[in-house]
């Protein structure tokens, strides 16, 4: 079994590679779900994350108060950096099952999908990188429509993310979406086929 980190800047079109997975059998983790499932489920994640930020942290049902939350650590490197170790550890074990799992279940890949596959050491669990990336109009114009948002507010989403360029030169393969959905997705797939016999060799 492949596993298949994917990763690229908002509006490029992971979601329509990670469909062309499923549609060949894999298996597909977003690993940004699998983190706010384990916010709500994994009690000692939770007291972990209360002994270093404090109990109030977390309202009477357990959930996360995320706007309080967000104004510690979002502005003290520090706070952050104890954040992203306490959940990291967490997400990788879980990851770990998952795929795991997808090999019990003889699945032919199991994709990552993570925006920060790269920095967070996720991709270290990955036989290969996928970057997905299309031009800056194009990606604007998506998120626009997506999220029914505005052409400053999409600008700024994307102005805050790393370039293509960056994605491109720290991933295994680059696969580029700028033209129809349907050639995009003929050409995903013939790389994944490609990969999963190059790696299963």
Known sequence: MTVIGITGPTGAGKTTVLSVLEDMGGAVVDCD???HSLLRTSVSMQNELKTRFGGEIFDENGGLRRKAFGAIVFGDQAALADLNAITHRYVMDELKHMIAEAWAKDRPTIALDAIALLESGTGGLCDVTVAVTAAEEVRVR???????????????????????????????????????????????RALFEHIIVKEDI
């Open 142 to 188: 998506r998120i626009m429509a997506r999220e029914n948002i505005s052409e400053d507010y999409a600008r700024a989403r994307v102005a805050a993310q790393k370039p293509d360029a960056w994605f491109e030169a720290h991933c295994t393969y680059t696969l580029r979406n700028d033209g129809s959905r349907a050639a995009f997705e003929a050409k995903a």
């Open 33 to 35: 779900a699998v983190y």
